[in-house]
Nanobody
Framework: VQLVESGGGLVQAGGSLRLSCAAS????????IGWFRQSPGQEREGISC????????LYRPSVKDRFTISRDNTKNTVYLTMNNLKPEDTAVYYC?????????????????????WGQGTQVAVSS
């Protein structure tokens, strides 16, 4: 599986963005697809995940109720819709093919060992 993120950009606080994660192979080969982010000087943090088996979703508390993960299997694409963005959401956002989604949103930042990552897309939120 190869993954390519897009949709990042500069937005004012309170604004919205939708990120895309396009997979070259079938994303259904993985247990799920996760979204992660990494700010300068910080470890990579998993923030959301969608299961390929049943479409269930999980979120880290810092983004719950503001971000929504979804997928379009016909396009082999997973989306992350981000609303009410805050300056602390500024980061490079990555997607990855993952195992159980619970690992994505509960593991300590940086403690991930996945083989397939995208190149990342920059999100900057101004105050």
């Amino acid at each position: 599986v190869q993954l390519v993120e897009s949709g990042g950009g500069l937005v004012q606080a309170g604004g919205s963005l939708r990120l895309s994660c396009a997979a070259s192979g079938s994303i259904l080969d993985a247990d799920g697809i996760g979204w992660f982010r990494q700010s300068p000087g910080q470890e990579r943090e998993g923030i959301s995940c969608i299961s390929n088996s049943d479409g269930s979703t999980l979120y880290r508390p810092s983004v719950k109720d503001r971000f929504t993960i979804s997928r379009d299997n016909t396009k082999n694409t997973v989306y992350l819709t981000m609303n009410n963005l805050k300056p602390e959401d500024t980061a490079v956002y990555y997607c990855a093919a993952v195992g159980p989604c619970i690992i994505v949103v509960t593991h300590a930042p940086g403690m991930y060992n996945y083989d397939h990552w995208g190149q990342g897309t920059q999100v900057a939120v101004s105050s």
